[in-house]
């Protein structure tokens, strides 16, 4: 391994919590393959999307650069992406076999943007569509893509989307260039809803017990409907017990379904010689609030939102820290330095996350002491955030009407008590506002003058600068 550049592959899900791996001793979720990963790397509990919804994230993930930075500062769909420095365009450059085989969020829908070949979600609807003779196959179960209801899904799981993507990858590598390293993203739709995973793993969970969500005392606002009935694609509300354990049994079961695929494709990689070689990273464009403090879907500070699943696994030739848990603050946009340090890449100016190779060697460093994520509003007019999470609070702002929410990490890891009003942490709150709008000075929404905040309105996607595009 001295001589040779390691292969890298990124296996990005879509709607995964951070707390829902089954290392991380969660009370339902099994990802015995996942875990199996993290036996021989480094599993990161303090790992946050800088932008709580697809597309935002997706940009920091693949420029390296921070929403406020790349442009798209919360979820707007159909807008460019107008950078010269991406992850795989640089490893193309330096030689990688670039490959993608799933879910991009890309505009237009074929955008490479760096990868030599692609292979997209619309590829997988025309081959399931020719196989079933269905219109829209991919939807018979008849749940909508953004609900909160569940069920088993009508396909056989070999027809199944993560399936036909996982069999996808191995063909690519079966035709690889032997002379060059690959980049491989495989990234999974699931387990973004519809929660609609294969029969076996639906029923599997169905019968197991499965706790209830947990409700802030700063979320009882969320938990009156916005409409009647209740929508089935609603971001807030309180839903009958029964729902909520159809609907939490459907999303764990959805998660080790893509936890089998993982297991597939590891499988192959050894068998195939390749995994020796190969450094792996498993991650989420964000999580899932999966009605914890009456809310659902994304674009949340809180950590079921916010907070996603992090595990690399070095090539073997490597003598890296195995095995463990690291508390550092990392984000998105830490994974393209990181590749690019692994690969021997020079790091483009533009990039504004860190390599965490220090960090996966065990060695000494500083490193950030908060990381700082957002969201412009989203599902209302009012709903937005600016967060900065430390390794023991949390503090969270909202930017248009100025409410504050504030979290000991420690002794509250599930974000239940609001102290931001509390007499007996004023100073706590003040540290954090203040910290915040230093991180928002100069910014052009006008949200700080350095020393205090002040609300505004927040775009959702304005131009990247230009000397980040060059």
């Known amino acids: 391994m001295a001589n040779q550049r390691p ?10 919590r951070g707390d829902s791996l089954g290392r991380l001793n969660h009370p339902v979720a099994e990802t015995p393959h996942l875990d199996s990963i993290s036996l021989k790397g480094v599993t990161f509990v303090n790992a946050f999307t800088p932008c709580a919804s697809c597309i935002a994230a997706r940009r920091s993930l693949m420029t390296g650069m921070r929403p406020s930075s790349h442009g798209m500062l919360g979820y707007q769909d159909g807008q460019p992406w107008p950078y010269h420095h991406t992850l795989a365009g640089e490893l193309s450059r330096a030689g990688y076999q670039t490959i993608n085989v799933g879910k991009t969020h890309f505009h237009p829908q074929r955008l490479h943007l760096g990868f030599e070949e692609l292979v997209i979600p619309s590829d997988y609807d025309e081959w399931i569509e020719r196989e079933t003779k269905l219109v829209r196959a991919r939807y018979a179960h008849g749940v909508q893509g953004n609900s909160w209801m569940a069920r088993a899904h009508p396909l056989p799981e070999i027809q199944q989307e993560e399936t036909w993507l996982t069999n996808q990858a191995m063909e690519r590598l079966n035709k690889r260039d032997p002379e060059r390293p690959f980049f491989m993203c495989l990234s999974f739709n699931g387990p973004h809803p519809p929660w609609c995973p294969p029969e076996y793993f639906f029923d599997l969970f169905m019968s197991k017990d499965i706790p209830q969500p947990i409700v802030g005392d700063w979320a009882q606002d969320y938990a009156g409907n916005p409409s009647h009935p209740l929508d089935v694609n609603a971001w807030h509300g309180k839903i009958a017990p029964e729902l909520n354990h159809r609907a939490r049994a459907g999303y764990y079961a959805y998660l080790a379904y893509i936890d089998a695929q993982i297991g597939r494709f590891v499988e192959y990689l050894s068998r195939s010689g390749l995994l020796h070689d190969t450094m792996v990273v498993f991650t989420s464009d964000h999580g899932e609030m999966l ?3 009456h809310l659902w879907r994304k674009v949340n500070a809180s950590d079921p939102s916010a907070r996603i699943p992090f595990i690399v696994q070095p090539p073997s030739g490597w003598t890296p820290r195995h095995d463990e848990e690291d508390a550092s603050l990392i984000g998105l946009e830490d994974i ?14 533009t990039v ?25 509003p989203c599902y209302a007019p009012d709903y937005a955030y600016q967060c900065l999470t430390g390794t023991e609070w949390k503090y969270v702002w909202n930017p248009i009407v100025g409410t504050e929410l504030l979290f000991d990490r420690v002794n509250d890891p599930h974000e239940l008590c609001n102290l931001a009003l509390s007499p007996d942490h004023a100073d706590v709150a003040g540290y954090w506002r203040s910290l915040l709008a230093r991180e928002l000075q100069g910014r052009p929404e006008s949200l700080s003058d350095g020393e205090k905040l002040r609300t505004g309105n927040v775009p959702v996607w304005r131009a990247p600068k230009k000397n980040l595009t060059l």
Request: proline share 6%; net charge negative; no cysteine.
């Open 7 to 16: 292969n890298l592959l990124l296996i990005l899900t879509d709607h995964w």
């Open 291 to 293: 009605g914890d403090h």
């Open 336 to 349: 393209m330095p990181t590749f690019l340090d692994a690969a021997g890449v020079d790091i483009p100016g």
């Open 352 to 376: 504004e996350g860190k390599s965490m190779m220090p960090l996966l060697k065990g060695d000494a460093m500083a490193w950030r002491s908060y990381y700082h994520h957002e969201h412009a």
